[in-house]
């Protein structure tokens, strides 16, 4: 189903200048964290800046100052090299580009995988060593069916356990988190489990979890608990994946929670798709739609202790900003950056917003 594009609001020139704007404010502002609330409650800090810069995209006649960081190299950019590690038993795939630098571990989200963040690895890898994973599950990482489990097993606990030791095993040292949607949880998770090993977390449209059991109304948990019951214990539910996992049905989801509409490629669609035909993907699918218990944002936020950037699509339909802006508030959180014009997976649709924002970012926290 062909998705046509909505008019652009403002101009890619225009937005690439307000991102440079803000990273370029974020980088040079103080790196204490000891002051933070009076500095940006006066509205003339830096970070004050970075927020309001980001948020206006307006075109200036001025010529603004570079973003720290290989935004724009002259010489070939790191290509990403695919890898496989086990952890437990299961092989792991993962991709991972430069030789120097603070580390980078790149989360994807809810039905995507590590080849969501094309457009970042080779940029944000100029500077850094960059690491994108498949969580367990997802991706071309196994997918071990759930119900040989006795505990539930796709929760955030499993996936923040499998983060802190692929950076023990693999990455050999503490990194920083760069979190998309549900891999925000699973960032915040991690560092909460091992503090020690997370240097910084960017959170980029981090799941609400609307259907979490605590978000619910009284009068629809039995309703909602009954259709998940549905789905993951007849045919009903693969039946509802088989109508979701076509061309046709992913484009039309990615349509929904892109603005530019223009992003959602044949590629991007392949990319998504393909791995959620391999055997076990069903299982997988219908356990995690089915997971309403676990941590929200709020409870994880006020334990960690590493500095945190909060980005949002201004134009995200699943995610909605006005409710993302209440994190802002959270002592870890440096930051709550709104990406005008932008969606759900800002990463991808905006890597020119997003790669200078987490390039001055790790600057000013290494």
Known sequence: MACAAPPSLVSLPARRRSATA????????????LSKRSWLSSGNS?????RAEASKAEPAEESLPAAPG??????????ARTSTWNWKGYNIRYQCAGTSGPALVLIH???????HWRKNIPVLAMANRVYAIDLIGYGYSDKPNPREFEESFYTFETWGE????????VVKSDAFFICNSIGGLVGLQAAVM??????????LDISLRMLHINKQPWFGRPFIRSF??????????????NAVATPESVKNILCQCYHDTSAVTDELVQMILQPGLDPGAVDVFLEFICYSGGPLPEDLLPMVKC?????????????????????????AVEDFVVLPNVGHCPQDEAPELVNPLVESFVKLHS
């Open 228 to 241: 998940q019951n549905l789905l993951r214990n007849t045919v009903i539910g693969k039946l509802f994946f």
């Open 307 to 331: 500095p945190v950037l909060v980005a949002w699509g201004e134009k995200d339909p699943w995610e909605p900003v006005e409710l993302g802006r209440a994190y802002g508030s959270f002592d």
């Open 70 to 79: 290989p935004s724009a190299p002259s010489e070939p950019l790191p290509q």
């Open 109 to 115: 989200g809810f039905g995507a995988n590590s080849d």
């Open 194 to 203: 091992e503090p020690q090993t997370c240097k910084g977390i960017v959170l």
């Open 22 to 33: 803000a990273a370029a404010a974020y980088y040079h502002a103080p790196s204490t964290r």
């Open 46 to 50: 830096p970070r004050s800046r970075l």
């Open 162 to 169: 499998q983060l802190n030791t692929f950076c023990a095993e």
